[in-house]
């Protein structure tokens, strides 16, 4: 069974954006290490508990550290950018890191309407042309533009021996149709959706239309799930990313992910019992998380699963990380 780590950078109370970030290099290491397929890490834009705003420059330095694990983006946010230039910088990493490199494009705005605003003159106008912009980006990334494109003679240099993988993230139907009619893999974030991931699925396989290299649908389902020796410690780890979750829905001021003797005060102060909505959240023993990845990779029929994994210390993400793995790569 094929297990991926995706990388949120998460910065805890009491720690800074640069242990952070310094964490996530160290992260890569141990999933090379435990057998992973791919690490990914994310992009989000001025969002309280997260470090990392730019993948590419992670993915250069992860890459320079790591020797065959796939790295990559999980997401760069398109409708900010040209897709040129995102051709360019992941051409650029594929041809020092060659077959190891993936391009995970997503749509979301990652971070607050100010950010947006920031960052681009007109967001909405970007994700109106996301089609466009997808399929102007797989064609910078096959250097396959029609003889008549005014792109045709225009090369997204360094032009690597083996291209970005792209993938086409995303939480609904429509991204998997978008998926689907660009001949592209999809990973599907069950981890942040409220919809039918089996069916949205099931669309995006039965409408894919091969084109370039990839010839048969792909999917990547990606959960949130936290490990543990135990039921109780796993449950106990996942007070923090609850409470955190909690004050980001309501907009409530936060440091970065809070500490357990935190989360615990503030469950007991207003009487919450926070296991009654475990929100899609996959938390347990090794057996435990286990069984639940198997079936659900059953269920949404993926070709492999992903793991995001929210805790406060980073030495009980990486523990995480490495038990799930002791039931599942065999």
């Not at 999933?31 to 001025?46: K, Q, V």
Request: negative net charge; charged residues 25%.
């Amino acid at each position: 069974m094929k297990i991926s780590i995706l990388d949120q950078a998460p910065i805890s109370s009491g720690y800074s954006p640069k242990e952070a970030l310094e964490a996530s290099v160290q992260l890569a290491l141990s999933a090379e290490r435990l057998g992973f397929t791919r690490y990914w890490i994310a992009e989000h834009h001025d969002l309280s508990g997260f470090a990392c705003s730019a993948p590419e420059i992670m993915l250069s330095y992860i890459g320079a550290k790591t020797k065959k694990i796939r790295i990559g983006a999980g997401a760069i946010l398109l409708p900010y950018y040209k897709p040129y230039k995102i051709a360019e910088s992941f051409n650029t990493l594929a041809t020092l890191f060659p077959g190891r490199v993936d391009l995970g494009i997503g749509r979301a705005p990652g971070g607050s309407a100010e950010a947006s605003m920031a960052l681009s003159d007109n967001f909405l106008e970007g994700v109106r042309q996301m089609p466009e912009k997808v399929m102007e980006l797989l064609h910078f990334l096959h250097n396959d533009f029609s003889q008549d494109h005014m792109f045709a003679k225009l090369s997204a240099s360094p032009l690597p021996e083996t291209s970005p993988e792209p993938w086409l993230l995303g939480t609904s139907r429509k991204s998997a149709l978008m998926a689907a009619e660009s001949g592209s893999a999809y990973a599907f974030g069950q981890f942040m959706s409220e919809q039918d991931g089996k069916d949205i699925i099931k669309q995006y396989r039965k409408n894919f239309i091969a084109r370039g290299t990839l010839q048969k649908p792909k999917v990547i389902l990606t959960v949130s799930a936290i490990c543990a020796e135990t039921t109780q410690k796993a449950e106990e780890l996942a007070l923090s990313s609850m409470l955190w979750k909690i004050k980001a829905e309501n907009n409530e001021g936060t440091d970065g992910i809070p500490s357990i003797e935190e989360a615990k005060h503030y469950f007991r102060r207003l009487n919450v019992e926070p296991f009654n909505n475990r929100n899609r959240e996959i938390i347990g023993s090794p057996k435990e998380v286990a069984e639940h990845l198997m079936d659900m990779k059953h269920q949404y029929q993926a070709d492999e699963i992903m793991i995001v994994t929210l805790v406060h210390q980073f030495e009980d993400r990486i523990r995480s990380y490495e038990l799930i793995p002791n039931e599942l790569i065999k």
